[in-house]
């Protein structure tokens, strides 16, 4: 007995959606082929011009030249301006200077066009230039974030953080360890008083929960704010919990409205101890601790954590954008908007009930 297709049976959508799926997937394949043998021919390209500009009297009219034949024999080509031709040359010229491998060449040719430009007209030195061709690979940078990444200096923030890792967590989940953390965090992104108090802090930075997982890094997953730990007769809050998925470790954010003082330290090495005694599992790295804290005096921080057993950074946030010392009292505290929509302090708990967040 047969029967007839139906455009509507489940059958029949699933298998649909599972081909348009596989689709995508070529379709994406196909466009990193493309673009990878476009810069290829890119690169060789820059070569050349560089070559016979320097080698022969062809001047800079021989770039107006070669652009108007090749975009009267590939009219459809936008890569053949006058204007991408001489980024074509630059691009070439930066790169030739530094000593590089074949392997960098390769990572160059894996990222857009648009991405190569922007890191060529915003970096200044090879090695810095080499850090965001990598981790725009690792990472999957999109341009905009690639560009705020570089605007906001991470290279030369990562891994700057002033840690105890090597003294509390074996090699080399140390080295990872010490990369992840940054120093200053830039919360570019928010508004606030210069006389912020740490729940305006930790609110706010929740609000722009995407915003600040990107300025985190890759890896961390959100897991709650204000998320409490019993010990004895007492209850605990920890400020805010993350799962770092590379490093399989919980990490305990600290935030601090004011200059670092050695008792934080003290303060955090006791809820790390806690959250592995009470959340650590089978397959968990030891928990990590980050002190986010307005300024520090480097050596007071140094001594601070020396003698702390468990592994934590200390590290500073800035603000770009803050709020006229003439607006202050005019606008809601977060308080009082929490009260306003109804959440007040159950936004706590529900929050720290675990959302997965990740970026």
């Given at each position: 007995m047969s029967s007839e297709l139906s455009a509507t049976s489940p059958e029949?959508?699933?298998?649909?959606?599972?081909?348009?799926?596989?689709?995508?997937?070529?379709?994406?394949?196909?466009?990193?082929?493309?673009?990878?043998?476009?810069?290829?021919?890119?690169?060789?390209?820059?070569?050349d011009?560089?070559?016979?500009?320097?080698?022969?009297?062809?001047?800079?009219?021989?770039?107006?030249?070669?652009?108007?034949?090749?975009?009267?024999?590939?009219?459809?080509?936008?890569?053949?301006?006058?204007?991408?031709?001489?980024?074509?040359?630059?691009?070439?010229?930066?790169?030739?200077?530094?000593?590089?491998?074949?392997?960098?060449?390769?990572q160059l040719t894996a990222i857009p066009w648009g991405h190569n430009l922007a890191i060529l007209s915003k970096c200044k030195q090879h090695e810095e230039a080499t850090f965001y061709v990598q981790a725009t690979l690792q990472n999957g940078w999109s341009r905009s974030v690639l560009t705020h990444q570089i605007e906001s200096?991470?290279?030369?923030?990562?891994?700057?953080?002033?840690?105890?890792?090597?003294?509390?967590?074996?090699?080399?989940?140390?080295?990872?360890?010490?990369?992840?953390?940054?120093?200053?965090?830039?919360?570019?992104?928010?508004?606030?008083?210069?006389?912020?108090?740490?729940?305006?802090?930790?609110?706010?930075?929740?609000?722009?929960?995407?915003?600040?997982?990107?300025?985190l890094g890759a890896g961390f997953a959100y897991l709650g704010r204000q998320v409490p730990l019993q010990v004895g007769e007492r209850d605990f809050f920890i400020d805010l919990l993350f799962y770092h998925v590379h490093l399989h470790c919980y990490v305990v954010v600290e935030l601090k409205t004011v200059d670092f003082e050695p008792e934080f330290a003290g303060k955090l090495n006791f809820y790390l101890k806690a959250v592995d005694a009470q959340?650590?599992?089978?397959?968990?790295a030891p928990?990590?601790?980050?002190l986010l804290c307005k300024s520090k005096d480097r050596l007071v921080a140094e001594y601070a954590l020396s003698d702390i057993q468990k592994p934590m950074g200390l590290s500073t946030y800035t603000l770009s954008h803050t709020l006229p010392e003439a607006l202050r009292g005019k606008l809601p505290s977060i308080e009082q908007l929490e009260q306003?929509?109804?959440?007040?302090?159950?936004a706590d708990s529900q929050e720290a009930g675990g959302l997965g967040y990740e970026f």
């Open positions: 029949y959508r699933q298998w649909l959606a599972d081909l348009k799926g596989r689709f995508r997937q070529v379709q994406l394949k196909a466009a990193v082929v493309v673009n990878t043998a476009v810069l290829e021919f890119y690169w060789d390209l820059g070569a011009i560089v070559a016979r500009q320097s080698n022969t009297a062809w001047g800079h009219g021989f770039v107006t030249q070669l652009s108007a034949d090749l975009m009267r024999e590939f009219p459809e080509m936008k890569g053949f301006s006058e204007r991408n031709l001489k980024y074509i040359r630059q691009w070439r010229e930066f790169w030739q200077a530094a000593p590089i491998g074949q392997q960098l060449v390769a200096g991470l290279w030369q923030r990562e891994g700057r953080a002033i840690t105890n890792f090597a003294q509390t967590l074996p090699a080399p989940h140390s080295d990872l360890a010490r990369q992840v953390l940054k120093d200053p965090y830039v919360f570019d992104f928010l508004s606030l008083t210069p006389e912020h108090t740490e729940r305006e802090l930790e609110s706010a930075l929740i609000e722009h929960v995407t915003q600040f997982l990107l300025e959340m650590r599992q089978d397959g968990d928990t990590i601790g980050l306003e929509l109804g959440r007040g302090n159950g």
